[in-house]
Nanobody, 123 residues
């Protein structure tokens, strides 16, 4: 089983940047596709970004396209979400997720989840 731990959240002013990290352990992490989701207060969880197990494909929600970048460092068993030009509407708890040998299709089911890290963007 894979364990996921997010970090890097915090308070930032609109227009600023943050980099979230998701450290994975307990499995053959380099075979797992990784994704980021977020959930704002009173809202449903929504997809943010994904990277395939090979690292060769990425996908982004329209709301973050052009502002966020997802990457992975398999040597460190870590996936990153670089968030630039942050907006107040990006405020949410961000969750890391993993699925073995997955791509970036929106139908992907993620059996492994982290506990989340809070991102707050002030206006």
């Amino acid at each position: 089983q894979v364990q996921l731990v997010e970090s890097g959240g915090g308070l930032v002013q609109a227009g600023g940047s943050l980099r979230l990290s998701c450290a994975a352990s307990g499995g053959t992490v380099n075979t797992y596709a990784m994704a980021w989701f977020r959930q704002a207060p009173g809202k449903e969880r929504e997809f943010v970004a994904a990277i395939s197990w090979s690292g060769g494909m990425t996908s982004f929600a329209d709301s973050v396209k052009g502002r966020f970048t997802i990457s992975r460092d398999n040597a460190k068993n870590t996936v990153y979400l670089r968030m630039n030009s942050l907006k107040p509407e990006d405020t949410a708890v961000y969750y890391c997720a993993a699925a073995r040998f997955a791509g970036v299709a929106p139908t992907t089911k993620y059996p492994y989840w982290g506990q989340g890290t809070q991102v707050t963007v002030s206006s």
